[in-house]
């Protein structure tokens, strides 16, 4: 008998750690390493699916795209393993800057997209705000000195005319381009 239940506990140690390994595995397909948000394979997964809600249920929906200002002179200054610390304080202040219900994605290099459900415009443009506050109020602390780093947001939210998300999404970049343009620091709405 106690044979049959040492098998039996070294077979479920066995099952568990498979288990953790598959789990791990899992959250490196859908999780950027770095900052711990859905890399832009889930995170569009995720999108379609709020998308496609808001569309049925004429509900709203909002989209901010944002990035990183003069990122690359910082490379260039600092290097990249303080430009990962960077990249890592922006995301700690954007999570803890936005609702449980948003989707947040890491989309490049320097730049992170966000959607908003149930979120109307007016809401929106106040969480780019304390967003953009967040980021750029507070020097990044890292192992050289801290770093001061701007934001560049753009906002769209979902309307009649919006045929689907690759269009929110065009919209929110075109509008975080022209903040990149217009000195950086700032929120555009397309």
Known sequence: MLKDEDEEKERLKSELKELRNRM????????????????????????????SRALRYQRSLSFIMLSLDNLKQIKKTYGDEIVNQILITVAERLRAKVRSVDILGRYGDEVFVLLLPEANFSDSRKIAERIRKAVGETPA????????????????????????LSAMLYCAEKAMNVAREKGGNRIEVE
Request: zero cysteines; proline letters at 6%.
């Open 24 to 51: 791990v595995e899992y959250e490196e397909l859908v999780i950027d390493r770095l900052t711990g948000f859905h890399n832009i394979r889930h995170f569009f997964v995720l999108a379609e699916h709020e998308f």
């Open 141 to 164: 602390p890292t192992e050289s000195e801290p770093v001061t780093i701007t934001i560049s947001l753009g906002v769209t939210k979902l309307t009649v005319n919006t045929p689907n």
